[in-house]
């Protein structure tokens, strides 16, 4: 399981109409993921954990968004790790180490 909790940098308009991306880093991690309509409600500022595990979570209900997905392509190709939860993408940098062809549960909450 990987846990990395960062603070909300900033949040950007996307080119897609009622999409923004939002900029989270804890000095380690640098994290870009799209935030869509009112998928929730985060502020610059704000602190943020995201949990990924090939595991469903137990406890869903602590969570302000959970989802399923897979990387987009190889981390040895990318340099990052790309993850698409039914389209929506979270980009982290340095890679995670995930593999690929497996099915990976992120789950975001502020806290």
């Not at 990387?71 to 990318?78: A, D, F």
């Amino acid at each position: 399981m990987i846990n990395i909790e960062a603070e909300v940098k900033e949040i950007i308009q996307s080119k897609l109409q009622g999409a923004k991306i939002v900029n989270a880093s804890n000095g380690n991690t640098q994290i870009y993921f799209d935030l869509v309509q009112d998928m929730i409600k985060i502020s610059e500022k704000d602190k943020i954990q995201i949990v990924i595990d090939e595991n469903k979570p137990e406890n869903l209900d602590i969570y302000d968004f959970c989802g399923h997905g897979y990387l987009v392509k190889p981390e040895e190709e990318s340099r990052i790790t790309i993850l698409s939860l039914w389209g929506i993408i979270f980009q982290f940098e340095p890679p995670l180490g995930l593999k690929e062809n497996t099915k990976y549960y992120l789950c975001l909450r502020k806290i």
